[in-house]
């Protein structure tokens, strides 16, 4: 999937994964332009 994403200025994507790549920590701004609520 590809799709292009325009951000807000005031966005900071944050997120954090373990050594396999799972994501243990995302911020809100990171929820919100993924998709998840």
Partial sequence: ???EIFL?????IT???DLK???V???DDFL???GYT
């Fill in 8 to 12: 807000q200025e005031d966005s900071l």
């Fill in 21 to 23: 790549g799972k994501i």
């Fill in 32 to 34: 919100k332009y993924a």
């Fill in 1 to 3: 999937m590809s799709r």
């Fill in 25 to 27: 920590y995302a911020n």
């Fill in 15 to 17: 997120s954090k994964t």
